[in-house]
């Protein structure tokens, strides 16, 4: 396709633009050859007429795609032109804050003048490996690729980085410096980069300086080569300096600066130091007030002398040397302060003592007069004579100049040398990576000599930049076989011939300097002669005869001849080197022993400009008064002849091509110059390269590529199976001219714009496909649409009819209603007012009839009181009457009644007087007494009633009397009253009278008052009514101020919980934390034991014949480091003889400072871990805890006395079986006993002195165990007592509380008991061989001694019973007592009672804690000892029942009588252990560690095997109380697993298999330990297999340690095999066809998403991942573990994919996005599939997920902002913006991210605290635990399979 078509309608072009160097515009209609003036429309609305050159007829630039805008590579545009590179550039650094771009072979790095976070060591690890195309560009791409390079090829190679002043070269170079010291394992070895970045601060003091582009410019270049050796690892490098810029030492342009030293010195003046430099203001030197600016804003230069003296430091110059440099930097300041005078024009002369120069010699230590003198004067050797010639003032002042740049040039020279010498190296170097910081062309408008060595450099290097790159083009075509001709490139031969040819510039100028009376007119002239019209690129500016111009690659510059003559001589005279040289300052002569050298790296050049050397860092001697001829040389040829070697070093290695841009001269972060960054192109040769690309074929496809993107131009007939034929024959078809495209061997090659013609037809063939597609929709959309609106409006007919006819009926309703409620109306209307009138007329009748009924009432009420007062009256008289008449009549009765009385008794005296009378009265008396009697007695009766009568008769008279004198009383009263009443009658009258006037005037005031009660009722009302208002306020206020605290009530306790619950998970992230630190210790442990071992053998293998007998194995040889690394500290004292016993072979001293501090931080971890541990489970259980605390104290303490009593009787039946022992030994001698036996001396006799002596010892341990009960029981006593908290008194053993009921405790204290209980001796047994008979008569003297001690000890026993009764009562009270103050505390309020249990129960918990603690580490110590040495005694006594045997003869045996003995016969009954030999030791371990294959022998295993019948054996060495065959045992089988995984350590299988046998026998020496908490699950035959006699709790913790290292190699082997997959199978490979598309990639292939054979899939990952848990389950791994391998598996794969998807902008897309969120469906599914969804794998790609689905969530406005912000949670800030920025549609219909919605993120973000690091640490490996897990497996039912040939191993 012919150029011009392309510019049609709509086209894009890019035109020239003053100001913004380029613009875009669009044409308005379509091109048409011929046409000379194009229609366009600019960017900005505009419309322009574009004119053609009427003479080249060029068309502008066509614009790329936007779907190729922002590539890495510019090679993959496929329109390569100036306009393209710029904007692609402009694009990447401002929309996507991207600051390298690929441009070929060229990463172009642009200054954002901004820290980025993309450099750490994350970062390195992520480019680590990688290849230089599948990654986004980067520094560490281009270092990567040198690194590899290096290695593959075994070629030195160079990374060459120039740029302009303050384009970033320093920085960048110093990146690169730093990958490698990091990639090549020196980071804690060799430190080279920490040292080279060590001298960055002395170097930049003496070789930067402020210019007016940059405040710290480097003025002069370096070459770092880092040297590797064969395993490509740092072992040192060397610095080269080269250009350093002598001039500015004596002269400084406006605003700029001398070099930083001389200000940093002036700065720090004042220090007590410096005060002999006689330093002062800088202002007060010539050589550094020049400038006018001698502060730079923002640099202390005080501080920054600081850091320049640190830095000598660290370099190894000593203070002394460091004094010495000073002292030369201070006299260069008073040298340039040394002034002339003239004594004529030929001559001049130094005022004498003058004071610069005097302090100048000073401190140079010269004499005054010869430095003066030579100052002034200057020697001239003829053939004949030597003769002193004085020189003028300006000659002079040229020579103090010379002299100054000079010394600064040497003391510059010698500073490098120190730095080179601390990074020098005594290892062999194999290869090197040279690091070129050279700054790049420069033109300004004065250009000088500097100027012009500068350009000539970069001359030199674009040539090799131009061949190199030609090269490597060539060679690509080559390698596809496909016809090409040569490409036509910029050759600048000619320039540089111009420049060094003979006659060109430098012979000229150096011919010129030879010339007694040469100068810059006449060297001007003769250039003018030789070059002008005869050079095409050298020309003679109008308007100047002083200047020339030399056209230059980059551009045209300018030279002014001014100075080229003194600059290129640089002459120094010879007798004032002299006189420095024969100084007494010994530093200086130092500076000056390689001036005869012939080429040093310290030469003289340019305007004292250091050249490059490939000379050795010491100096070459010469003898003395040797001269040469090369000292002689000029400037240009020395810096000609160095230059000549920097391009023969650069051309032996292959070289790496770093552009530095300055994109702005303001410093202002991520502002991009288009004037600036276009001159820095086209002079850095960025654009040469993109001509020489386009020249030839730039865009390169496989055919595979182009299948995949293009064959949606294909039709179905058009595909083959032959992909390659396919392509060529769709090629053939869309594109007509062949000479567009050429078919390689497995790409295909395009010319400058096919690609974008090829994206055309497919885009409008893709936009046809869209039109078809969005017309089939619409019309199905539409025709849903007019469905639906036929249906709805049905519908709403249908409801609109309904709803008219119900509101019709509705209304027919309410008419009826209205009708009906019309009459009821009336009705009621009418009712009502008849009620009204009938209740008025009611009313009315009712007040009439009640007035008058009232006033009838009244009449009737007067008469009847009337009445009732004249009945009283009436009454009151007649009784008044009839009382007069009663008394009379009573009166006259009782008189009349007296005088007969008085008659009777008168006559009865008489009567008695008379005898006679009373004989004859006496005559029948009997008979009438009798009668009388009987009257008398009915009398009586009758006087009784009567009596009865009468008293009941005056008690109603007494009544009645009583009443009426009240009713007297009241008719007086009535009486007074009446008249009082008539009194008041008239009175009453009169004031009724009165009262009537009041009445009047009342009613009146009670009108008004009425009237004012009225409004007061009112506004009482009103008020009323307010306040039940505000009432009602004031309740709501109180209701919602209720509901408030409430909600606060309620908040305050929700917060509580989830501060107590963020407390939790603080501290059990802590806990993580602390593992994690713990763990990643043991790693580097683990890492610096292998190095060790390594270390080792090299030292093994270099010594050629071993010493005799001091060959270390590998069990002795870590057995030491095992049992001392973990056990140190907590070793018990028992302990030390034994490991006093071990054999003396021990490793070679270890690095024991970092032994002892790893030691201590384990110890350090392990305490805080269990602090942490114990504090987050007391507040998860402290409020249980108070509550049963208070019900299981009684019970605990009871069972706790219960143990020591059973503890105690224990004792006592022990002492008595002893005694009854005794007993029966005694009467058997008796009865048998023989007399030479027991003789003293016989045989016999002192076997029994030795069993007496054993069973007294046995008796005193006894005692000893009484007295350990006996403090015991002080101790708990001291624990239990009352301390002021809130909860009961913790318990004393934590074992103890565990248990439920006293039946528990008894049981666990007979299990006790038969361990304790020594071996059974049986006197069947015993008495088997009647040595019995032999110790009786010995033990009768012992018998009684026993028994006196036995009741002793009763007695005692008895005493201290009752004190335990009365410490049982005692705590009886406490108990009540603590009741009491818990009921007291349980009184105060809620939050201070919660508060005071808190704090009182962790101080309490903490310090009974410790008391434990100590308590049963006593007692534990005490048990392990009592057993022992009750085992030794066991043992004692059977080696003495032995050689006893041995001494009885046969006769003896023969002459005693055998008693008959009963042998049981037992049953064969394996107890779980096996037995070997110690021989056998390491035939056990080789054959059962070292020699097991997991793929062979292990598969048919039971699951731990291993670790079962290591567990036995140690079992068996338990058993016999063995301490060092346990001992020997645990070490060669932790050595033994270390070897294998140090042989093995790279197959999973194996270190699956010892990770799991690990863990297996850690959990059996849990299991059977005989620690409660491990034994609730055992079953009691398990129970009965634990360990007896030896406390392996240190050895758990080895074997946990070495269970985590193994655990952590696991993780690095899966690793190493899941991450070559992961990339590929998680991101490359297309899972679901069809949905991404391929893009063009330029010059870089990446790798290929399209699965070819090899390449890694999803299903591969799957299936590896299939694998590992098949492995793992077959091998008995516990579940949880497992769970924890596949969280970090899947840990793994996340932070891999989720890091590479971050740094790869082709993977950030719509369709890369869905395709990673169905790889991960697929990664969640096999979760489900093998149960493992609650294991937290799933959490661990939530990054990635989120990742995904910000790929694929709409991006444009703030909802899309905030509903990102709220999803991506799991992602930091940094993440999210860095995938936003990197987001790259894949095909034109979808549309990039705008920098406003970045930055609205940004802004939405910008509260969130997260970590600034960009890359998950994909080498994160999480804490691991090992929960206890034991085994139902039966160890007595264990059968050993033959084939691990242990057929030495006996089970018994």
Not at 203 to 218: F, H, L, P, Y
Not at 291 to 300: K, N, R
Not at 316 to 343: D, K, P
Request: aromatic letters at 8%; hydrophobic letters at 35%.
């Amino acid at each position: 396709m012919a150029a011009s078509e392309l510019y049609t309608k709509f086209a894009r072009v890019w035109i020239p633009d003053p100001e913004e160097v380029w613009k875009s515009a669009e044409l308005l209609k379509d091109y048409k050859p011929g046409d000379t003036v194009l229609q366009l429309h600019l960017e900005g609305g505009k419309d322009l007429e574009y004119r053609l050159d009427p003479k080249t007829k060029e068309l502008p630039h066509l614009r790329n795609p936007d779907i190729l805008v922002g590539e890495n590579d510019l090679t993959a545009l496929s329109y390569l032109h100036e306009p393209a590179v710029l904007h692609n550039l402009r694009v990447r650094f401002i929309d996507s804050k991207l600051i390298y771009t690929y441009c070929g072979i060229v990463l172009v790095a642009i200054n954002p003048y901004e820290q980025l976070p993309i450099y750490g060591e994350d970062i390195i690890n992520a480019y680590s490996g990688q290849n230089m195309g599948d990654m986004d560009p980067h520094i560490f791409a281009v270092a990567e690729e040198a690194y590899k390079q290096m290695a593959r090829d075994e070629r030195n190679q160079s990374i060459i980085v120039s740029g302009e002043s303050g384009a970033g070269k320093t920085v960048s170079a110093k990146y690169a410096m730093r990958y490698f010291a990091t990639v090549s394992g020196s980071a804690s070895e060799a430190n080279v980069e920490e040292k080279v970045l060590a001298s960055n601060p002395i170097m930049e003091s003496i070789g930067n300086a402020k210019t007016t582009r940059n405040d710290n410019s480097s003025r002069f270049g370096k070459y770092i080569e880092i040297g590797f050796d064969k395993r490509y690892r740092i072992i040192g490098a060397n610095m080269r300096t080269y250009l350093l810029e002598k001039s500015r030492v004596v002269f400084q342009a406006e605003e700029e600066r001398n070099y930083h030293i001389f200000y940093q010195l002036c700065a720090s003046a004042k220090l007590p130091e410096f005060k002999m430099l006689r330093l002062g203001n800088a202002d007060y030197f010539h050589y550094t007030k020049q400038g006018g600016s001698p502060v730079i804003d923002g640099v202390d230069d005080a501080k920054e002398m600081v850091h320049t003296r640190q830095a000598c430091t660290l370099l190894g110059i000593n203070e002394s040397y460091q004094m010495g440099i000073f002292r030369i930097l201070a006299g260069i300041l008073h040298l340039g302060n040394v002034g002339f005078t003239s004594r004529d024009s030929d001559s001049c002369s130094i005022p004498p003592k003058h004071e610069p120069l005097s302090i100048f010699c000073d401190l140079m230590g010269v004499e005054y007069d010869e430095m003066s003198h030579w100052l002034c004067h200057r020697k001239l050797a003829t053939a004949t004579e030597t003769y002193i010639k004085p020189i003028p003032k300006l000659q002079a002042t040229n020579a103090r100049d010379a002299l100054a740049k000079h010394i600064y040039a040497k003391l510059f020279n010698w500073i490098v040398d120190h730095v080179n010498q601390a990074l020098h190296s005594a290892v062999k170097q194999h290869s090197f990576i040279g690091v070129l910081d050279i700054y790049g062309f420069e033109t300004f408008e004065i250009n000088s000599f500097e100027q012009f060595c500068i350009n000539y450099a970069n001359e030199k290097l674009q040539q090799q930049f131009n061949m190199h790159v030609f090269k490597l083009e060539q060679e690509e075509y080559m390698k596809e076989q496909i016809p090409w001709t040569l490409i036509d490139f910029y050759d600048n031969q000619p320039c540089i011939n111009l420049i060094e040819a003979k006659l060109g510039i430098l012979d000229l100028l150096d011919e010129e300097c030879k010339m007694p009376k040469g100068s810059d007119d006449t060297w001007a002239q003769k250039l003018y002669n030789t070059h002008l019209n005869k050079c095409a690129l050298f020309e003679k500016p109008r308007m100047s005869n002083k200047a020339f111009i030399i056209q230059h690659f980059a551009d045209k510059v300018e030279y002014q001849c001014e100075g080229f003559l003194e600059k290129n001589k640089d002459t120094v005279f010879e007798e004032q080197i002299k006189v420095l040289k024969s100084s007494k300052f010994k530093m200086l002569p130092e500076l000056f022993q390689d001036d005869e050298k012939a080429i040093s790296p310290s030469s003289a050049t340019p305007s004292g400009r250091t050249p490059l050397s490939r000379t050795p860092i010491k100096p070459t001697k010469v003898r003395p008064g040797q001269s040469t001829k090369e000292h002689k040389k000029t400037v240009g040829h020395q810096f000609r002849n160095s230059l000549h070697l920097l391009m023969e070093t650069l051309n032996a290695t292959t070289p790496h091509y770093v552009r530095c841009i300055k994109p702005n001269d303001f410093k202002f972060p991520f502002t991009f110059d288009e004037k600036r960054a276009v001159q820095q192109l086209r002079a850095c040769g960025v654009l040469e390269t993109i001509r020489i690309s386009a020249a030839g074929f730039p865009s390169r496809w496989t055919y595979q590529e182009f299948f995949s993107r293009y064959r949606v131009l294909m039709k179905q007939k058009d595909v083959l199976s032959d992909r390659k034929q396919t392509c060529k024959n769709v090629l053939e078809k869309l594109i007509l001219d062949k000479d567009k495209y050429q078919f390689g061997k497995t790409k295909i090659f395009f010319r400058a714009g096919q690609v974008a013609y090829l994206e055309k037809i497919r885009a409008d063939k893709l936009r046809a496909a869209c039109i078809r597609i969005q017309k089939t929709i619409r019309g199905w959309l539409l025709r849903k649409k007019y469905l639906r609106m036929r249906k709805a409006a049905i519908t709403i007919q249908r409801y609109v009819r309904g709803y008219q006819a119900r509101c019709y009926a509705k209304f027919l309703r309410r008419t009826n209603a209205a009708t009906i409620i019309q009459k009821y109306w009336r009705m009621y209307v009418v009712k009502k007012k008849y009620q009204i009138r009938r209740a008025a007329t009611i009313v009315i009748q009712s007040y009439l009839r009640g007035y008058m009924a009232r006033n009838r009432y009244r009449k009737i009420l007067h008469e009847h009181k009337a009445i009732i007062i004249q009945k009283q009256v009436r009454g009151w008289l007649a009784r008044l009457h009839y009382k007069r008449c009663l008394k009379a009549i009573v009166y006259l009765q009782c008189c009349f009644r007296r005088m007969m009385a008085k008659r009777e008794l008168k006559k009865l005296k008489i009567e008695a007087r008379s005898v006679e009378r009373y004989k004859k009265l006496h005559i029948g008396m009997e008979n009438k007494i009798m009668q009388l009697q009987r009257k008398v007695d009915e009398q009586n009766k009758e006087y009784k009633s009567l009596l009865e009568k009468l008293t009941t008769l005056e008690g109603t008279y007494n009544s009645e009397t009583e009443k009426l004198r009240n009713d007297l009383s009241r008719l007086h009263l009535s009486e007074e009253e009446a008249k009082i009443a008539t009194s008041r009658v008239l009175s009453l009258q009169e004031e009724l009278a009165k009262l009537r006037k009041d009445l009047e005037r009342t009613q009146s005031e009670k009108k008004t008052i009425e009237e004012w009660a009225d409004k007061y009722k009112k506004e009482t009302e009103q008020l009323v009514s307010n306040l039940k208002e505000e009432n009602t306020l004031l309740k709501k206020e109180k209701e919602t101020l209720n509901h408030l605290i409430s909600e606060q009530a309620k908040e305050f306790t929700e917060t509580m919980e989830k501060k107590l619950i963020e407390e939790t998970k603080q501290l059990e992230l802590d806990l993580n934390d602390e593992r994690l630190r713990y763990q990643n210790l043991l790693n580097e442990f683990s890492r610096l034991e292998e190095r060790y071992d390594d270390l080792k053998e090299e030292m093994t293998l270099m010594v050629n014949v071993p010493k005799p007998g001091h060959r270390r194995t590998d069990s002795t040889h870590s057995s030491n480091e095992s049992e001392y690394t973990f056990s140190s500290e907590i070793m018990e004292t028992e302990d030390i003889p034994l490991r006093m016993e071990e054999p003396s072979e021990k490793k070679a001293p270890l690095d024991m400072s970092l032994f002892l501090k790893l030691q201590k931080r384990v110890t350090e971890l392990e305490l805080e871990k269990q602090a942490m541990q114990d504090e987050l489970d007391r507040k998860e259980e402290q409020v249980l805890r108070s509550k049963a605390k208070e019900e299981e104290r009684p019970q605990i303490r009871g069972a706790e006395l219960e143990y020591e009593s059973l503890k105690r009787q224990e004792l006592e039946s022990e002492n008595k079986k002893l005694k009854n022992e005794l007993n029966e030994l005694r009467k058997a001698l008796s009865e048998k006993g023989a007399p030479e036996v027991t003789a003293p001396g016989a045989p016999a006799y002192r076997v029994l002195m030795e069993q007496l002596t054993s069973v007294s010892e046995e008796l005193d341990v006894r005692k000893e165990e009484v007295l350990i009960l006996r403090s015991q029981l002080v101790s708990q006593k001291e624990a239990i007592q009352p301390k002021n908290t809130m909860t009961d008194s913790t318990i004393l053993l934590e074992d103890v509380q565990k248990m439920k009921d006293k039946g528990e405790i008894a049981q666990a204290y007979i299990g006790l008991k038969e361990t304790n209980r020594p071996f059974p001796m049986d006197c069947h047994e015993l008495n088997e061989d009647e040595e019995l008979w032999l110790v009786y008569e010995g033990l009768k003297q012992a018998n009684r001694l026993l028994e006196s001690q036995l009741q002793s000890q009763k007695k005692s026993h008895d005493n201290e019973t009752e004190a335990l009764r009365g410490e049982i009562q005692s705590l009886k009270e406490e108990n009540n007592r603590q009741q009491q103050l818990l009921a007291q505390n349980l009184q105060l309020p809620p939050e201070a009672r919660i508060e005071a249990s808190l704090q009182h129960e962790i101080t309490r918990l903490t310090n009974e804690n410790l008391d434990l603690m100590e308590q049963l580490e006593k007692q534990d110590k005490t048990v392990r000892k009592l057993k022992k040495q009750l085992k030794v005694f066991a043992k004692k006594i059977g080696e003495l029942e032995v050689g006893q045997m041995e001494n009885i003869s046969p006769g003896q045996i023969i002459d005693e009588p055998i008693r008959p003995v009963n042998i049981p016969r037992k049953e064969k009954d394996f107890q779980g252990m096996l037995e070997y030999k110690k021989d056998d030791e390491q035939k056990l371990v080789k054959n059962l560690i070292l020699d097991l294959k997991p793929r062979g022998v292990a598969v048919n295993l039971i699951p731990g095997l291993p670790a079962y019948i290591l567990f036995m054996c140690v079992r068996h060495a338990d058993y016999l109380n063995d301490d060092q065959k346990v001992r020997s045992l645990l070490t060669s089988t932790i050595n033994s697993i270390k070897k294998v995984l140090k042989k093995r350590g790279d197959d999973f299988e194996t270190v699956s298999f010892w990770l799991s046998n690990t863990c297996r026998f850690l959990h059996c020496l849990k299991q059977y330990s005989g620690e409660e908490g491990f034994m609730k699950h055992n079953t009691p035959r398990q129970n009965e297999h634990c360990l007896t006699n030896f406390d392996l709790a240190e050895y758990r913790q080895v074997l946990s340690d070495l269970a985590i290292q193994i655990y952590q190699q696991l993780v690095r082997v899966l690793e190493n095999i899941l991450q070559p997959m992961i990339v590929s199978g998680m991101l490359e490979h297309e899972t679901i066809q069809g949905v991404s598309g391929v893009k063009p990639t330029g010059l870089r292939k990446r790798t290929s998403s399209i699965a070819d054979e090899g390449t890694y899939t999803l299903d591969s990952i799957l299936r590896q991942l299939n694998s590992f848990h098949s492995v793992m389950c077959q091998h008995g791994m516990d579940p949880e573990l497992i769970k924890q391998v596949v969280k970090q598996m899947f840990y793994i794969v996340g932070a891999i994919t989720l890091n590479n998807l971050l740094l790869r902008k082709d993977m950030c897309s719509w369709s890369k996005g869905m395709q990673i969120r169905y790889n991960v469906s697929q990664l969640e599914e096999w979760l489900r599939d093998k149960n493992l969804m609650n294991s937290g794998a799933k959490e661990t790609l939530e990054p990635l997920i989120q990742a995904a689905q910000l790929l694929q969530v709409k991006k444009k406005t703030d909802e899309d902002a905030e509903a990102i912000c709220s999803m991506c949670n799991a992602l930091t800030t940094a993440q999210i913006v860095k995938v936003l920025n990197l987001y790259t549609p894949v095909n034109e219909f979808e549309e990039r991210v705008s920098v406003s919605f970045i930055r609205t993120i940004q802004m939405r973000l910008r509260d969130r605290k997260d970590s600034p690091q960009l890359l998950m640490d994909a080498k994160h490996i999480f804490p691991v635990t090992f929960p206890f897990n034991p085994s139902s497996l039966a160890l007595e039912t264990i059968q050993i399979p033959t084939s691990l040939g242990l057929g030495f191993i006996a089970r018994v």
